[in-house]
């Protein structure tokens, strides 16, 4: 599951190099509050509820840094979907 989050990641980053022929993607920020909301819920998570809830979402035990990681994956993921407004 968690290797979904990376593909999706990598095809974004693919497809905004424009060596796909598409229209590239413009970046956004996503501050760290937001990170912590969309995986749990709450902007003032501490990093082990984050984890937590990668654990939860993804099945594996995962650092804090590659919780955050696989979150902003998550965000990527839901912005090319056109649903990341609505998480």
């Not at 804090?64 to 998480?87: K, P």
């Amino acid at each position: 599951k968690l290797a979904c989050a990376w593909g999706v990641a990598a095809a974004a980053i693919h497809t905004a190099s424009g060596r796909d022929g598409r229209d590239r993607i413009e970046p956004f920020e996503v501050n760290i509050g937001t990170l912590k909301k969309l995986a749990t819920g709450s902007g003032a998570a501490k990093k082990e509820a984050v984890m937590a809830a990668a654990a939860g979402r993804w099945g594996e035990l995962l650092s804090a840094d590659e919780a955050d990681a696989a979150w902003c994956a998550e965000v990527l993921r839901l912005e090319l979907l056109g649903r990341f407004g609505s998480a």
